[in-house]
């Protein structure tokens, strides 16, 4: 049976490896429509959490398999058409993620001065399509709506002393505009309360240790927690005693500065039940100055408490502010169901509903959440619904089909030029030694052209 996996983030390799290690006879090709693969975890992945682009090794194992192939610099869609991968393959399985983000829809969000989450992670993370973002970081306070990891990664990686990104794989040129920010105030905002909070106790903790930052959080916005946690599951209960303790005491440092009467160094804090109404325009129109956000009271509680305006607001000065609300899937071909209302494929168990012998994985199954463990389990389930078709007789295999033979030719009557792994290997090579120079682990080369000159093409 020939399979092939569009997208080549967690969903796709881990797609593919499931199929690869419980079919001894499969063949899965997978497409990427830039000339890298990886995804998230080379894109979405802070770059001070190098532990988490470990997986990387695992990927690099399933491409070198025999029975594995990588086709980079091929967007499906446009480059070939799902109908035609159907042709190609027995199955067709769509993992290619959230691509798009979610909007606050307010007046003012297309200021100068406000960006989206994703394009300012992926400008910090080398993504192509983002390297000419140039967020103006010239204010002191930014404020970034959203609880999430997502939301804490941004905060810290504004406020990290520049020695620690210096050691990451973060882009040249963000490090260049990170050591020339004013930013030394960072707000994270969210519509309801402490205990529905979306970010893990592991990067909170990380936040209060930032080196040269301080938490701010309001001991007011955490009374009677303690007992309302008391039998909450253990992770939200331990979050939550760990805001409160944060929130209550005093670090020695602080009482230090006041009593020298020093400045405060660079801080950040939570700011709960906000919702963004408005971004405001500064005097002459042109760019962000402050937010005004409706305060909310919770209806109902734990995670499925709703936060409600109470009709009175506030208003907040910074000058940068960051959309951190989620990403959302496009849909990617006509041919292929799409739920628009929640940005994803109607699908049973990673079967799309309606078309037999195609398969979706991922965030564009299930919604762009969880962490990279979540994709996986995700991943396996659907690789299972491809290995029970294939063994249950659901898929026919008697046509046999030609898989890349075909694709291959499509793509050349179209002028594409696909880009392998052993290509790949190249152009990380470049990275490594690129970065090696200059004291870090790689230098992403975020100009996809300069990708495909290294190579050849």
């Keep these: 049976p020939r399979v092939c996996v569009v997208g080549s983030g967690p969903a796709g390799f881990y797609t593919a490896q499931h199929i690869l290690k419980h079919h001894s006879r499969a063949l899965v090709d997978i497409y990427e429509k830039l000339p890298v693969p990886f995804g998230l975890v080379r894109f979405g992945v802070a770059p001070d959490h190098p532990e988490v682009k470990n997986v990387i090794n695992t990927f690099t194992q399933t491409a070198h398999s025999e029975r594995c192939a990588y086709y980079g610099n091929v967007t499906v869609g446009r480059d070939v058409t799902v109908p035609e991968l159907q042709q190609a393959y027995h199955a067709v399985v769509l993992s290619y993620g959230a691509e798009d983000n979610r909007v606050l829809g307010i007046p003012g969000e297309n200021l100068p001065g406000v960006y989206t989450a994703r394009a300012f992670v992926g400008w910090y993370n080398g993504l192509p399509e983002n390297r000419d973002l140039k967020p103006d970081l010239s204010c002191e306070t930014a404020l970034i709506v959203g609880h999430g990891n997502v939301a804490l990664d941004i905060a810290r990686i504004l406020l990290s002393p520049l020695q620690l990104l210096r050691k990451t794989d973060i882009t040249d040129s963000s490090l260049a505009a990170l050591a020339c920010s004013k930013v030394k105030r960072v707000w994270l905002v969210g519509r309801r309360g402490p205990l529905q909070v979306a970010f893990t106790i592991k990067e909170l903790r990380e936040m209060i240790n930032l080196p040269g930052a301080r938490a701010v959080l309001d001991p007011a916005d955490f009374t009677g927690l303690e007992s309302a946690v008391k039998d909450a599951p253990r992770p939200r209960k331990r979050l939550t005693e760990l805001m409160i303790k944060t929130a209550l005491e005093k670090p020695v440092e602080v009482q230090a500065a006041a009593a020298a009467g020093a400045a405060a160094p660079r801080e950040w804090g939570l700011k709960f039940q906000r919702s963004p109404q408005e971004v405001l325009p500064s005097a002459d129109g042109r760019r962000a100055r402050g937010i005004r956000m409706a305060l909310t009271c919770l209806e109902g509680s734990g995670d499925s408490a709703k936060a409600i305006p109470t009709g009175d607001v506030e208003e907040l000065e910074c000058g940068l502010v960051l959309s951190s609300i989620g990403y959302r899937s496009l849909p990617l071909d006509p041919a292929v169901p799409f739920d628009s209302q929640r940005g994803v494929i109607p699908n049973n168990s990673g079967r799309v509903q309606g078309v037999p012998g195609l398969y979706c994985s991922g965030w564009v199954k299930r919604g762009p959440t969880g962490v990279i463990i979540t994709t996986m389990n995700d991943s396996f389930d659907t690789a299972q619904s491809v290995?029970?078709?294939?063994?249950?007789?659901?898929?026919?295999?008697?046509?046999?089909?030609?898989?890349?033979?075909?694709?291959?030719?499509?793509?050349?009557?179209?002028?594409?030029?696909?880009?392998?792994?052993?290509?790949?290997?190249?152009?990380?090579?470049?990275?490594?030694?690129?970065?090696?120079?200059a004291g870090k682990p790689r230098e992403k080369i975020v100009d996809p052209a300069e990708m495909l000159q290294i190579i050849g093409h």
């Design 387 to 437: 290995l029970e078709d294939l063994q249950g007789g659901v898929l026919d295999l008697s046509p046999s089909r030609e898989g890349f033979g075909l694709v291959e030719s499509i793509l050349r009557s179209r002028g594409v030029c696909p880009v392998s792994f052993s290509d790949w290997e190249k152009i990380d090579a470049a990275e490594v030694a690129r970065g090696k120079a």
